[in-house]
């Protein structure tokens, strides 16, 4: 694999990027050289949260208020979809923990604010009405950088629902291979 050790992560342009996801997909190169989750597929099916499974049965039931998520992990996942595609800002609102959802509107959190490419779940934790969820989810920045927000997200279930309450955030630029 020299091709390792000659991609330039942190510089790599939108353009290429895609191209190097198109060849991933066609299989020539291995997910893990471009840090990027082998369940994470372009597929016009797949959920945008990379669990491999379909929209229609994973995050869609959430974000159309069909269902509710059970666990952390689906809060989680079903929170990176709409900020991914945008247009959900009342899934969203409806989500936060009104403690810390101050000054935050449906109408604020409906736009698409990063162009998000993939999501890893790192560790989650619940017990009884709390948990947490450590993730990555990779972006291209305003220059076509590849970036990565790393965030430990705290959650509580309130009658019954989970809202998300804080995270800690770091954002790191996307350098090496795996």
């Not at 299989?27 to 669990?51: A, F």
Request: proline content about 5%; charged content about 25%.
């Amino acid at each position: 694999m020299e091709l390792r050790s000659h991609l330039p992560y942190a510089a790599i342009s939108k353009v290429d990027f895609l191209q190097l996801k198109q060849t991933v997909i066609r299989g020539t190169v291995s997910p893990e050289i471009l840090n990027i989750p082998d369940k994470c597929s372009m597929s016009l099916e797949s959920c945008p949260c990379c669990s491999g499974k379909p929209f229609t049965k994973c995050c869609q039931p959430y974000l159309t208020g069909k269902a509710k998520p059970k666990t952390v992990k689906q809060l989680m996942r079903s929170r990176y979809t709409a900020y991914k595609l945008g247009g959900y800002g009342e899934y969203l609102w409806r989500t936060w923990h009104p403690n810390t959802s101050k000054g935050l509107t449906p109408q604020s959190l409906s736009g698409k604010t990063r162009d998000w490419q993939s999501l890893e779940i790192v560790d989650s934790v619940q017990e009884g009405d709390k948990g947490g969820v450590e993730f990555r989810a990779r972006y291209l920045d305003e220059h076509g950088e590849l970036k990565c927000h790393h965030e430990m997200s705290a959650f509580v279930r309130v009658k019954g629902q989970w809202v998300y309450v804080d995270g800690k955030v770091q954002l790191e630029s996307v350098s090496g291979a795996a």
